[in-house]
């Protein structure tokens, strides 16, 4: 690509509305610092001195999207609790608009926290509500999404799957009608449990790992003859458009028209690898909205993986940044 080519991609990110539908959550993080060890276990003690929050799971999505310059629409649902205070409050902060938020009694609010110790991630707690949501919220979940749908133009829809259970396979058929109804591009960031419902889909984005336990089947990481067939035989059964599988240290596996080439992961110091799957599925997503081809949205999305495990916590990418490494990338 050109610079000029390249240049239009980015600015084209700033027309895009893109609905995120899934599992949202807090990130809370405790920083603090670590000097001595615990006399009552061998475990660091950390010595607070910051605490945060930042919306996580496809909230982070969300914040990706909005990183980028597109905007976002994000459907989901959360607990009549403190937690969805907290949540909301986060949402109105970063300018989220909540339109596509359902809440019910009967679900607990994710929260994910985090235990950081000179700039090390020490441990994490979570308290979360996982089961799979009953038909009365699951039809007005999709009363809520058509409803959000039919008040905005839609240029692409992402499933990002936590497997707490607010996406069904019902809210994925449903979705997916709507949206080949509408010609709206749908991508999927996939866990086990819904894994095989995703079929005829634009853009399919599990990592090694949810693939191999989608798949029931082990998947060495260092066996790309294995996965390349396993690629093949997920695109051709579940008629995937475009199959991008995450592979950590060694890249990208892209496959699409019959053909599969891996992109090896760009050199960069990794600090935190959480969060990395949200950006890739985030910045593929928009950049095919965009018009970008294949094998380019490919070396974009892996190099955006890699600039957000540079950073401590879930941070969503900076769109400066990446348009500036891909620059440099597409200069070499």
């Known amino acids: 690509m050109t610079k000029k080519e390249i240049q239009e991609v980015f600015d084209r990110f700033g027309k895009l509305n893109i609905m995120i539908i899934g599992d949202v959550m807090i990130d809370s993080y405790m920083w603090g610092s670590v000097d001595r060890i615990s006399p009552e276990a061998p475990i660091p003690i950390v010595s607070v001195t910051k605490r945060e929050n930042r919306p996580g799971g496809a909230a982070n999505v969300a914040l990706n999207i909005q990183s980028l310059g597109a905007t ?32 019910r009694d009967d679900r607990k609010t994710t929260g994910k926290t985090r235990v950081i110790g000179n700039s090390q991630h020490l441990l994490r707690v979570d308290e979360e ?8 919220a699951e039809k007005q979940f999709i009363t809520l999404i058509r409803s959000v749908l039919s008040s905005v133009r839609t240029d692409a829809i992402i499933f990002e799957d936590y497997d707490k259970g607010v996406i069904t396979p019902g809210v994925i058929r449903e979705v997916l009608s709507l949206a080949a109804e509408k010609k709206i591009f749908v991508s ?42 396993a690629a093949r035989k997920l695109q051709e059964t579940g008629n995937i458009r475009y199959l991008l599988i995450t592979l950590s240290e060694m890249g990208i596996y892209l496959r699409h028209g019959g053909e599969g080439k891996l992109f090896p992961a760009e050199t960069l110091d990794v600090a935190d690898v959480s969060g990395a799957g949200d950006t890739v599925i985030s910045v593929a997503t928009a950049c095919m909205a965009a018009g970008m081809r294949a094998e380019e949205t490919a070396m974009v999305a892996n190099l955006a993986g890699g600039l957000v495990c540079g950073k401590v916590g879930v941070v969503p990418v900076d769109r400066q940044g990446l348009l500036e490494e891909t620059l440099k990338l597409f200069s070499r």
Do not use: W
């Open 72 to 103: 976002p629409f994000l459907c989901s649902i959360t607990g009549n609790d403190p937690g969805k205070e907290i949540f909301m409050e986060l949402m109105r902060e970063k300018q989220l608009s909540t339109e596509g938020i359902l809440v």
């Open 129 to 136: 509500d996982n089961e799979i949501i009953g038909k009365s």
């Open 188 to 229: 999927a960031d996939p866990k086990k449990r819904n894994f095989n419902q995703y079929r005829n889909i634009d853009l399919f984005k599990p990592n090694l790992k949810e693939m191999a336990a989608g798949l029931k089947t082990e998947l060495p990481g260092n066996k790309m003859d294995k996965i390349s067939e």
